[in-house]
T-cell receptor
């Protein structure tokens, strides 16, 4: 089954304790992206990757890191989490970047609810 | 600066009636628009899309209308069903600028029996 898998689904942590949210897709997609969803703010892009070893900042990258060492995986790293990073996080992927082709659709994971105390 | 705006945070409609969800955008470079649907505890899923060369696209009970001159699109659901209750996100992309889908804040639709 084609899917984007995020882990964990729920995570409670404390300020300053490094954490990683994993994301994996099995569709051989080139483009992967991380979004956060906050009440009243919708979905905001954190980082994206156009292919292996190619990553770039989205709209709200501060406090986050990513890596793309393999095509299928795109982990989100919070080196020193703070309470303002409490949010619902979504990983997404598509075959190409949204710019490259018409009819391009993003496939989303089920989300990771992060609480930073 | 929000380039895709959904000004109605919520909408309540009776089962069987039409639901109309609205979306406005500011970037004239946007050329492809999508609607995503999100249930609680799930990720958004693609619903329907429209290219800027069209003004209407239909898929079963869902129709999206695009008014380029007004920079406005709308999603019509007819007839509405309780299972349509979800948050709907409007998204847009440019073929020449940026590498992201730009999302609106979402509209929470409640369809009551």
């Amino acid at each position: 089954e084609a899917q984007v898998t995020q882990n964990p689904r729920y995570l409670i942590t404390v300020t300053g304790k490094k954490l990683t949210v994993t994301c994996s897709q099995n569709m051989n997609h080139e483009y992967m992206s991380w979004y956060r969803q906050d009440p009243g703010l919708g979905l905001r892009q954190i980082y994206y990757s156009m292919n292996v070893e190619v990553t770039d900042k989205g709209d709200v990258p501060e406090g986050y890191k990513v890596s793309r060492k393999e095509k299928r995986n795109f982990p989100l790293i919070l080196e020193s989490p703070s309470p303002n990073q409490t949010s619902l996080y979504f990983c997404a992927s598509s075959l190409h970047t949204p710019r490259q082709s018409t009819n391009e659709k993003l496939f989303f994971g089920s989300g990771t609810q992060l609480s930073v105390l | 600066d929000q380039q895709v705006k959904q000004n109605s945070p919520s909408l309540s409609v009776q089962e069987g009636r039409i639901s109309i969800l609205n979306c406005d955008y500011t970037n004239s470079m946007f050329d492809y628009f999508l609607w995503y649907k999100k249930y609680p505890a799930e990720g958004p899923t693609f619903l329907i899309s429209i290219s800027s060369i069209k003004d209407k696209n239909e898929d079963g009970r869902f129709t999206v209308f695009l008014n380029k001159s007004a920079k406005h699109l709308s999603l019509h659901i007819v007839p509405s069903q309780p299972g349509d209750s979800a948050v709907y996100f409007c998204a847009a992309r440019s073929a020449v600028v940026g590498y992201a889908l730009n999302f609106g804040k979402g509209t929470s639709l409640l369809v009551t029996p």
